[in-house]
């Protein structure tokens, strides 16, 4: 099945190598190293410990698709904390990122952006926190899709959770049966209907994370989005509403431009506003 949506998201190669203006770190489809966003992410190995022994995600050296999932869940259950992602092996890099949209591209792109290209794209996690500086004043709920899944956590609560199988995992978005069913794109591609997370209101001081991961099968990709309350917006052909992007502080013409281009349609004319605290 996986095959079949890749042709509806292939990223086109420029979104990774396209250009920036000389004081402007190009933001690829994990963040950048060199950005400063208040939203950090960090990559972790579900397949190793620190130490490069394997856990029960990979107990042969391959990856088990049901324990994979499973420790996804046990670690959002408690909040992702630390003390539970310091069992797993780390990427040597971190990347701070400003959005989360990409066409679905080999998944050792990841490994590869944060530090550690040598670690096998499979049974891994990237996973973002940042603390609220700024939100929107209205009730908002995250949306979209992820191949293999996503979640978003706030305040250590799942709001917001989306699986390329939605069966292997309680952690389902309120509205998750009312997700369109893939619908055919043309003779190959396949596309899929977003899933919709809770109503929430943000305030200053709420702890972020967003995680994604990728289990079996060599890809990865998606797009978060944010729906707010009330509020009315254009249709695609199917009935579903264009939602503009997570997007964390400012857009340059280079990231409107980029997310443009990454094989999701966005509604770019009022992006709700959200800032992070910045650290030290």
């Known amino acids: 099945m996986k095959t079949r949506f890749l042709s509806l998201l292939l990223l086109p190669a420029a979104l990774l190598t396209s250009p920036a203006r000389a004081d402007e770190a190009a933001h690829g489809p994990f963040g950048n190293n060199s950005l400063i966003t208040g939203m950090r992410g960090n990559l972790y190995d579900l397949k190793n410990t620190p130490e490069r022994e394997l856990t029960d995600v990979a107990p042969n050296g391959g990856v088990n698709s049901d324990e994979c999932y499973e420790a996804i869940e046990d670690l959002a259950k408690k909040g992702f904390r630390q003390k539970d992602l310091d069992e797993y092996r780390i990427g040597d890099t971190s990347c701070d990122m400003k959005y989360l949209s990409f066409g679905i591209t080999g998944a050792d792109?990841?490994?590869?952006?944060?530090?550690?290209?040598?670690?096998?794209?499979?049974?891994?996690?990237?996973?973002?926190?940042?603390?609220?500086?700024?939100?929107?004043?209205?009730?908002?709920?995250?949306?979209?899709?992820?191949?293999?899944?996503?979640?978003?956590?706030?305040?250590?609560?799942?709001?917001?959770?989306?699986?390329?199988?939605?069966?292997?995992?309680?952690?389902?978005?309120?509205?998750?049966?009312?997700?369109?069913?893939?619908r055919l794109k043309g003779d190959e591609g396949v596309g899929m209907g977003d899933a919709y997370g809770d109503y929430i209101q943000l305030r200053k001081g709420d702890v972020i994370q967003i995680a994604i991961a990728e289990i079996p099968g060599g890809h990865i990709g998606g797009a978060l989005k944010v729906q707010v309350k009330g509020k009315t917006y254009e249709t695609d052909k199917f009935g579903d509403p264009i939602l503009p992007p997570f997007v964390v502080g400012e857009l340059t013409e280079n990231e409107k431009n980029a997310l443009g281009n990454s094989g999701t349609q966005f509604n770019m004319n009022d992006i709700p506003v959200f800032k992070f605290a910045i650290g030290e």
């Open 109 to 182: 792109a990841a490994p590869a952006a944060f530090g550690s290209p040598e670690i096998d794209p499979t049974g891994i996690i990237i996973l973002y926190k940042g603390v609220i500086e700024e939100a929107p004043q209205e009730e908002i709920r995250f949306a979209g899709l992820f191949d293999d899944a996503m979640l978003v956590l706030v305040n250590d609560k799942v709001v917001f959770f989306t699986a390329w199988v939605e069966d292997k995992t309680k952690y389902k978005s309120k509205e998750i049966s009312k997700q369109r069913k893939a």
